[in-house]
């Protein structure tokens, strides 16, 4: 972070906010107009919360599938959030425009009340004491949660088939999508549903509170409802009608709102309340929230055939691209600032808690570090690829689903499976795991193996490719908490390429943030038709932001691999087999689950 030096005078320089509420987290940045970062802040769900007993930012009911979060938890992160921007020295008054994301898909959903409280507030009393009636419903169905199946089966059968509604969606159905947790919530709590006036998505909840009235969901993030139809930019009047329960939508309508083409328009300008208790200037303009995963791709001025790989809480892997390709396999979404792009999306559930469990099944640590992750890293990097000790020798494959995986849509289970090429078999003999050492390896690998596999027919080869590359990735950036380890960097080179290298975001963690802060920057300061990418590729020096951290393409190790994609192919296939012949059986768990 770059600090501002004082001169004595009294700065007044246009800055900018970007916000992410993400599952652990709220963190906040500001970055002036030459996008250096300048302050920043974050609240710990799990460390800093008072009155909420949550685990890694949320709470679950195990027993029906359900991960949740209090909305009031993320009330209280805000008023402190800002404390904290405040205690670092910013002049709020000097804010010129706010943006921010939320993590995708999750509802919120705002009483009869709601929009008059929030437009009421009392600068003396915080939001958590004063919007405790503004809910309807007090939980937010969280991105984790897995207890939509029947909804989803309805969505992917009302269209036809699943791949039509990829077609018109940009995605299947899936558990977290909201469209599919609207109508569980509508048919499970039906007399919260009646009293719903609005229903923000985690990023426009955030846009309200700074707004003082509800506000619109963005026209990326509303992608990720599974109810908006991308080629004809409204909502699906067939899918709407499912998930409200009656043909008639003008219900649903009302209570989800407009959606405005232009992520870069402004919603007006930032509530009295922010005015009279922060000091901000009464201009202050609020632009639309959007996503995490799509404010992540802001955080610099990506190119096509560019990656990014998000390692927070969930895995993510992002593309920006011109082309749509809607596949069951993957996610399609408006690009959250420039029309006629989209971003390609692969999420997993089982990203860094996963990784987490499997370093903290390993001990001691190594003595004299106390970076925690050192001994998993020499696990994952110290033993050979795949764990074979030849060219045809038997490879070692496996799944680490802690929690219900959404890529694919298998039960919770470790899945550990031996590989032959040379018959194309697989055995399960547990025997040849050194555990838990071997599993440090394995889980990178399988989740990387997992990303070349499904993002193998967007991805090309270079333009002109004198050296006859495959296709791949030109860079992949890593962001996200898990971009710090350079084990998964070199891995990720080793396995999805990139001609020029792997790169990290060298940004604590923030990209997100810093994504939501540029499209901040770029609405308020934008010249007429001047495109994000344009404005922010003039201003970004790459240098100043992007380390090289790893190789990528190495031609051996790549086709090496190659055999890695073949095997976890199989693996997957067995167990999703498995997990169909074990259906009906209540709590059997699939054979190769240990
Ligand atoms: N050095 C590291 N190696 C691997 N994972 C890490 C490292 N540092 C942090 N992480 C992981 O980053 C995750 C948090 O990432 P973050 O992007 O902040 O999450 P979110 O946006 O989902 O709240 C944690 O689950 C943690 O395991
Ligand atoms: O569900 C998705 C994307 O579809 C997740 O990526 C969430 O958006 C949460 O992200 P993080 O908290 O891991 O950043």
């Not at 639309?288 to 560019?306: E, H, Q, V, Y």
């Amino acid at each position: 972070m770059d600090t501002e030096k004082s001169t004595g005078m009294a700065d007044s320089t246009p800055l900018y906010l970007g916000f992410d509420l993400s599952t652990q987290q709220l963190k906040a940045i500001a970055v002036s107009s030459d996008l250096k970062m300048l302050y920043g802040a974050v609240f710990d769900f799990d460390a800093d919360v008072s009155g909420f007993n949550v685990k890694k930012g949320v709470l679950a009911n195990e027993a029906e599938h359900e991960v949740y979060a209090p909305v009031a938890m993320w009330l209280q992160a805000i008023d402190t959030v800002l404390q904290r921007l405040k205690d670092v020295g910013i002049d709020f008054s000097r804010v010129k425009g706010i943006s921010g994301a939320g993590q995708q898909h999750g509802s919120v959903y705002w009483s009869q009340e709601g929009e008059h409280d929030l437009n009421n507030l009392n600068k003396d009393k915080t939001l958590e004491s004063q919007l405790e009636h503004a809910f309807s419903y007090p939980y937010s169905p969280n991105w984790q949660d897995a207890s939509t199946q029947e909804e989803c089966d309805m969505f992917d059968r009302h269209l036809g088939n699943e791949t039509q509604l990829a077609v018109d969606t940009g995605s299947k159905a899936h558990h977290r999508f909201t469209g599919p947790q609207i109508l569980r919530f509508r048919t499970k709590h039906p007399e919260e549903y009646q009293k719903t006036a609005r229903i923000s998505l985690v990023s426009s909840f955030l846009a309200s509170i700074f707004l003082g009235k509800i506000a619109p969901i963005d026209i990326s993030d509303v992608c990720g409802t599974n109810l908006w139809d991308i080629q004809s930019g409204t909502y699906n009047e067939k899918l709407m009608a499912l998930a409200a329960g009656t043909s008639d939508t003008s219900n649903l309508r009302r209570k989800l709102g407009e959606v405005p083409v232009d992520g870069g328009g402004s919603f007006g300008t930032v509530s009295t309340y922010f005015v009279q208790r922060f000091g901000f200037d009464a201009s202050c303009k609020i632009v639309p929230f959007t996503g995490d995963n799509p404010s992540t791709i802001l955080a610099l001025p990506l190119r096509p055939l560019d990656a990014m790989v998000s390692l927070g809480t969930s895995t993510t892997f992002l593309m920006s691209t011109p082309h749509y390709q809607p596949d069951p396999a993957v996610h399609f979404f408006n690009h959250p600032t420039t029309p006629g792009l989209y971003m390609f999306m692969l999420c997993y559930k089982n990203g860094g808690l996963a990784r987490e469990q499997i370093r903290d099944a390993l001990s001691p640590q190594l003595p004299g570090t106390s970076d925690p992750w050192s001994l998993f890293n020499n696990h994952a990097t110290g033993t050979l690829p795949m764990g074979a000790t030849g060219p045809n020798s038997a490879l070692k494959i496996a799944l680490y689903f802690p929690r219900p995986e959404i890529v694919p849509n298998v039960r919770a289970g470790t899945y550990r499976y031996t590989y032959h090429p040379e018959n194309q078999m697989l055995s399960t003999e547990n025997d040849v795991w050194n555990l838990p050492t071997d599993d440090c390896r394995a889980i990178v690998e399988s989740q990387l193996l997992s990303l070349r596999l499904r993002s193998r027919n967007i991805v090309a080869p270079p333009s002109p490719n004198p050296d006859n590359l495959p296709a791949q990735p030109r860079r992949v950036y890593l962001v996200g908490g898990g971009s710090q380890n350079i084990a998964i960097a070199k891995l990720a080179g080793e396995i999805l390429g990139g001609v020029e290298g792997v790169y990290r975001l060298d940004v604590d963690g923030l990209a997100c943030a810093l994504g939501s802060a540029y499209k901040a920057v770029w609405a308020v300061e934008r010249k007429q038709g001047e495109t994000f990418e344009e404005l922010i590729g003039e201003r970004w020096r790459e240098e100043d932001f992007v380390m090289k951290v790893a190789d990528g393409y190495q031609e051996k190790r790549y086709k090496e691999y190659e055999k890695g994609v073949e095997a976890l192919e199989k693996v997957e296939a067995e167990v999703l087999r498995q997990q169909k012949v074990n259906v009906g059986k209540a709590g059997t768990s699939g054979a190769g689950q240990v």
